[in-house]
């Protein structure tokens, strides 16, 4: 089931977005959690982070940005994560399905989503979900904590 995240998930998200395995592939640096909270907290009145839960436990995260006007048929799915935990269960692929049939029941008609090039792993769930390669943005994400850039793949989910 995926739901809107509310203020108790903020342990679970945190732990997500700071992760050694993921955050490299997230928006935000690594940071504390005091620092991180206002970055939460924006997201919640937004209302574009969602929670998967499967058999009553969080496993995963995304976040779910409508765009406007011309492109209002458009969502953009961002920070999509699963749990290390539950990493080669399935949950990724239960998530993302149950992501499409969400946006598809909201009446989007266009996902996209962009992933770094050096997370395979990513691209293949993706591309089994559905998702076709749209195009290749050159050094698109900086890693601070690294001192590095990587490029991202743009995929798409067609209705």
């Known amino acids: 089931m995926i739901r809107k995240a509310t203020r108790e998930d903020f342990d679970f998200i945190y732990e997500l977005y700071m992760h050694q395995q993921i955050n490299p592939f997230l928006l935000y ?5 005091e620092s991180f909270l206002p970055i939460y907290n924006d997201l919640l009145v937004k209302e574009v982070l969602y929670v998967f839960e499967d058999d009553g436990l969080s496993t995963g995260m995304c976040k779910l940005v409508p765009q406007q006007y011309r492109n209002a048929h458009i969502i953009y799915l961002g920070g999509f994560a699963i749990h290390p935990f539950f990493g080669g269960r ?6 993302m399905l149950e992501i499409i049939a969400y946006v598809k029941a909201k009446g989007f008609l266009r996902i996209e989503l962009s992933v770094a090039s050096i997370n395979e792993k990513a691209i293949r769930l993706y591309e089994k979900a ?3 390669k749209e195009g290749l943005l050159k050094r ?3 890693l601070k904590s690294e001192n590095k850039y990587l490029d991202e793949v743009m995929m798409a989910y067609l209705f």
């Open 130 to 132: 559905g998702f076709v």
């Open 140 to 142: 698109f994400t900086y």
């Open 29 to 33: 640096e690594q940071m504390d959690a």
């Open 90 to 95: 399935g949950e990724g692929l239960k998530m």
